[in-house]
Nanobody, 116 residues
């Protein structure tokens, strides 16, 4: 069993910043990647950013240069620093953990709303 607890969402004005956190616990020894996804109303869930166990990162084109994914291995926590937020970044953000030879796990989601 894997537990993912997200935090850090909220309401922010355009141009503002937020930092999301995802703390993982449970059977995570076989974890090879974690990532952040988002889903806006009426839209499909999409990858925002990912980070592998080795530290390689990838980003959606729409967030490159504005968002940064990072991790704290000692705390089993992944972060998403979001700067220069835009109204189109409004969505529920989900944390995902991928494991070798095991199902992926998802967090419960945290709402991010960018509005003036």
């Amino acid at each position: 069993q894997v537990q993912l607890v997200e935090s850090g969402g909220g309401l922010v004005q355009p141009g503002g910043s937020l930092r999301l956190s995802c703390a993982a616990s449970g059977s995570i020894s076989s974890m090879y990647a974690m990532g952040w996804y988002r889903q806006a109303p009426g839209q499909q869930r999409e990858l925002v950013a990912g980070i592998t166990r080795g530290g390689s990162t990838n980003y959606a084109n729409s967030v490159k240069g504005r968002f940064t994914i990072s991790r704290d291995n000692a705390k089993n926590t992944v972060y998403l620093q979001m700067n220069s937020l835009k109204p189109e970044d409004t969505a529920v953000y989900y944390c995902k953990l991928d494991r070798i030879a095991a199902p992926s796990s998802w967090g419960q989601g945290t709402q991010v709303t960018v509005s003036s």
